[in-house]
């Protein structure tokens, strides 16, 4: 069931044979969060199965998800995908490597038995977000754990499996399977069997802990995640100083989060963002994901915390001028006001903040 899972399922029929003798079609709902990473993946070991370089860190955002309807024909047919009411390009996509690999774990799992019918499996999928997709708001990141998850349901596969195929959707994915503070290690097998994200906190750990996501631009983004981290693999000299660094980085931030020492969490989380971002500049051609407003958001954030006297917030920037801010609960409003003031004087500021979006990590979805 959905126990450990950080998902909720509403919707689940029944199998069984129509009366023509064909096996009835299956459909399975869940609600699956987003996450943002306080130590950003970003280097590939393994392209096509999206085994990272480097262990990530992330916090699930329950009430940023997507919501998303699997149904599962045993026929032959063409697969779909719709999201937000758009048809989506299956043919050559992330969505058809999965259902491949579905295909051919199913094939398998046949071929010892005498199959009434030849596996033949038709797949359709409608995903609904409460955020804007493709502006660096990890919306893959929750469309395909949410996918995986489905599948899990509807086959029966394995939490290994169901990681194996929210990674091959998205890397991030992996980390959306799980609430709270999420650790994917980067795995040292050669099947990459352990390459898998852990809970490392519950969100309830820290219940006053806070996520602002502000919209910087609702566009989808100059170069995509996948091509973007590949150029870095092959032209960046720095990548390989971050990789060193992150292992560390993230058990510094797990022993803040422990202790809730937000000072000490926020000053590792800026500073993984800033080197994730100067080794984007250091790929060849530069990979260019802040604008102008990013940078003000980011000046504003350490005049903020100056005048404070002390760090209560901490901003990180994934591949696009979004930002998520982190904050505790009583430094919301303040801040809010804070930004709204200086936002309408910075002059730098080309686009407006198109949206600020203020968000508890402790709704949780199910549990
Ligand atoms: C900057 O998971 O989108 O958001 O595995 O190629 O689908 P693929 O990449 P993706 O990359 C996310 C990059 C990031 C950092 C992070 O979420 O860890």
């Known amino acids: ?120 499996i038709q797949f359709e999928i409608t995903s609904e977000t409460n955020f804007p997709v493709s502006a660096g708001l990890a919306s893959s990141a929750a469309g395909f754990a949410a996918i995986a998850e489905c599948l899990q349901k509807i086959f029966g596969f394995t939490d290994s499996q169901k990681s194996q195929l929210a990674r091959l959707g998205s890397g991030s994915a992996i980390r959306s399977i799980f609430g709270g503070l999420v650790r994917w290690r980067r795995g040292t097998q050669p099947n990459y069997e352990d390459s898998i994200a852990e809970q490392s906190f519950p969100s309830t750990h820290w219940p006053s802990l806070r996520a602002l996501i502000l919209v910087v631009d609702e566009g989808r983004k100059e170069y995509s995640s996948t091509d973007g981290m590949q150029r870095t693999v092959e032209t960046s000299t720095l990548l390989e100083r971050r990789i060193e660094c992150c292992d560390v980085n993230i058990d510094k931030i797990c022993a803040a989060f422990s202790n809730r020492d937000f000072s000490a969490m926020a000053d590792m989380i800026m500073r993984d963002s800033n080197n994730f971002h100067a080794v984007c500049m250091d790929t060849s051609p530069p990979l260019m994901y802040l604008n102008d407003v990013s940078r003000t958001i980011i000046r504003l954030v350490h005049v903020y915390n100056e005048k404070n006297g002390s760090t209560v917030i901490a901003y990180t920037f994934d591949a696009g001028p979004n930002a998520t801010l982190y904050l505790e609960e009583d430094t919301v409003q303040d801040f809010l006001d804070f930004a709204t003031k200086q936002l309408r004087f910075a002059e730098s500021a080309q686009t407006e903040v198109e949206e600020i979006l203020g968000h508890k990590l402790d709704e949780s979805v199910n549990n």
């Open 1 to 120: 069931g959905c126990q450990q899972a950080n998902c909720s399922e509403t919707l689940k029929e029944g199998m069984g044979l129509t009366p023509e003798g064909r096996r009835e079609s299956r459909v399975c709902t869940v609600r699956v969060p987003i996450n943002i990473a306080l130590v950003k993946y970003w280097g590939k070991r393994d392209q096509t199965q999206n085994i990272p370089l480097n262990d990530s860190l992330s916090l699930t955002i329950n009430s940023l998800h997507a919501r998303t309807t699997l149904r599962v024909n045993y026929e032959i047919g063409t697969d779909s995908v719709k999201i937000n009411g758009k048809s989506q390009t299956v043919t050559g996509s992330r969505y058809q490597r999965v259902f491949e690999e579905v295909r051919r774990w199913e094939r398998k799992r046949k071929a010892g038995e005498v199959a009434e019918h030849p596996v033949s």
